[in-house]
């Protein structure tokens, strides 16, 4: 069982910015590609970045493309997600998730096995 923590949430301005962390809770998940997803109020959960276990594979929205950087730093089994240049539709609960068994679709969520509990990132105008 892999436990994934998110934190760095929190209220900001257009145009500012904020990094997410994702904390995992084995060594297991240097070997996982992770993900990024969010769910504004009212809509589906949506795919925003991913990364491959070895750190390459970068693959993200289009929505986010150029404004948001998804890393990992295996020593401390945690992936990050910068986030530049927020805009008010970036408004969501943020998730980050772990990829550990079977075909690997990036952008859907049905394929990742473990998911945490999110963090809000609200953007004001």
Not at 51 to 66: C, H, N, Q, R
Not at 79 to 88: E, F, H, R
Request: aromatic share 16%; hydrophobic share 30%.
């Amino acid at each position: 069982q892999v436990q994934l923590v998110e934190s760095g949430g929190g209220l900001v301005q257009a145009g500012d910015s904020l990094t997410l962390s994702c904390a995992a809770s084995r060594r297991t998940f240097s070997s996982y590609p992770m993900g990024w997803f969010r769910r504004a109020p009212g809509k589906e959960r949506e795919f925003v970045a991913a990364i491959g276990w070895s750190g390459k594979g970068l693959y993200y929205a289009d929505s986010v493309k150029g404004r948001f950087t998804i890393s990992r730093d295996k020593d401390k089994n945690t992936v990050y997600l910068q986030m530049n240049s927020l805009k008010p539709e970036d408004t969501a609960v943020y998730y980050c998730a772990a990829h550990s068994s079977g075909t690997y679709y990036y952008a859907q969520t049905y394929a990742y096995d473990y998911w945490g509990q999110g963090t809000q990132v609200t953007v004001s105008s």
